[in-house]
């Protein structure tokens, strides 16, 4: 994890914040909170995806200076929010893999086609790498972005007839229409 | 005094002797043994001196033995006298057993009891022997050391532990017909205070009634004063409340039951309460009309409150506790308002219901916040 200054919310700080609260009402308070938490922090993080395993000693669900964690399975229960919204997706069945789409995929998709038409890019090929890590794309919103998450906002523009994916092994692209 | 046992066996400690099958004879100041007949005839015959013997012991038959043979032991000090015509000229047993192959019933025991605590030997002892004056007897041997001796000791210690402990419930049960006596004195005598207010000044009647009501209730509501268990249940509601009002205002309108039980019992001093009579008379608050009433949280702790505490103006009282000291735990709401753990936390939890207030569970414990969720 690189070290991003992150602007934490006055919860993040508050005890009972890490505590999944009994109150129907208080909790949907604190369950949105996190969310809004989580993808905050992943956007500035450039965070695509996370094991929950490893993810709960972060700074994100551990707040050391209070000497707060959240529970693992709370973790998961909110993250599975995430997911009803498109934010999440689990990556296995026991639900400790995760990938988070600060953008939900269509987000992404939207986001990427317009680049793609901005610049005159129809009707040719383009690697997965240029599309994420290549200089012209720097300064994107989707700069950086992984490439497993890629493949599933490529395939959200595929099924529009949007695009074709290559998935030759030697070269791995994306031909736009 | 004698009693005839037939077919028994000596021991000479564990080991078997050849003397079986006799008859035994038990006296005021011997043990007689005989073969079958030899007694009656005045043949030879083996006679134990009674003050020998130091204590007796059934012995209990052991898992593996079948058959119905009975065991007495009993435990011999050494003899004085070097006379050797016994039949065994040493032993290195201090201790004899009389086998009774058909069994026995249990008053043999107690005849040889009866017969070691008589000590009749010992009456007549002064008769034979003048003892010159200035001349103390010899120091009679109280107890063989060893075992025996601390058995003996024990016994004793137990028998007089028993004599203690009935004759101090003979005091309580004195005490008690006593106590009622003294009630029913009070009683009178601040009737008559009332009546001759005039010779008493005003102080004094105060001061004696004070002590009165330091006693406890002064006429306590009893079941035999009422007919039915509702009336009665009644009568103690509204004594419980009178008795209670002031302390549960005082603790922030709520007592936990086990407290009323407590002080209702406390200030009652005798004809005590029951937990079900003290629990079923403020079950039948609520239909009397009294200030307080009994309430049930969720979680089944129950209390008396005052009426006019609902869940409400609790919760709000213990969210505004909250926010003044930050945070509370259980026990700090406890300690600040005088209750139980169990009533703080039920307190707590309640107003956590509402919403007034939000849970940090922790390795640190359980510890409530504001709900600025919800105020945010």
Known sequence: MTEVDISWPWQYSFPPFFTLQPHPETRSKQVAAWKTLILDYCRQTKTYSLDVREANQWPLFSNSAINRKLDSNVIISILSELAKNGNAAALDKAKNRWEIYWHTLEEWA???????????????VITFFELSNGTDVEGQEFFGIQTEVLIKVLRVLENDRKCELILADDMQGVKFF | MNRIKENVRLYDGDQKTSFEGGELIITSHRILWGRPGAIPTGQTCLALNLSLVVYIEEESPSAFSFSKSRKIVLFLSESLNEQSNGPQYTSYYNFIKLSFRDGYQHNVIDTLNHALQQKAWENRQPKRQVEPSGVKALPTIKLRTGIVGIERTLQEKQKAADESISVAFQDLSKLMTMAKDMVKLSQTISTKIKEKQGDITDDDTVKFKSYLLSLGIDDPVTRDSYKSNTQ???????????????????????????????????ARGLELLSPEDTLNACKAMETLDLPLKLYQFNSGVMVLQLKSLDDDTASDVTAQLIKDKESLTCE?????????????????????????????????????????????
């Not at chain 2, 509204?238 to 709520?254: V, Y």
Request: with cysteine; proline share 2%.
């Open chain 1, 110 to 124: 939207s986001m990427i086609y317009g680049y793609i038409c901005e610049s005159g890019l129809q009707n040719s």
């Open chain 2, 332 to 376: 700090e709401l406890g300690k600040h308002l005088g209750v139980s753990i169990v009533l703080a936390k039920e307190r707590l939890l309640s107003a956590e219901r509402v919403g007034k207030c939000c849970r940090d569970d922790s390795i640190e414990g359980l510890r409530f916040y504001p709900n600025l969720f919800l105020i945010d």
């Open chain 2, 232 to 266: 009665y249940y009644r009568g103690l509601a509204r004594e419980i409340c009178t008795a209670l009002r002031d302390p549960i205002e005082k603790m922030g309108g709520m007592m936990g039951m086990t407290d009323v039980f407590c002080r209702v019992n406390r």
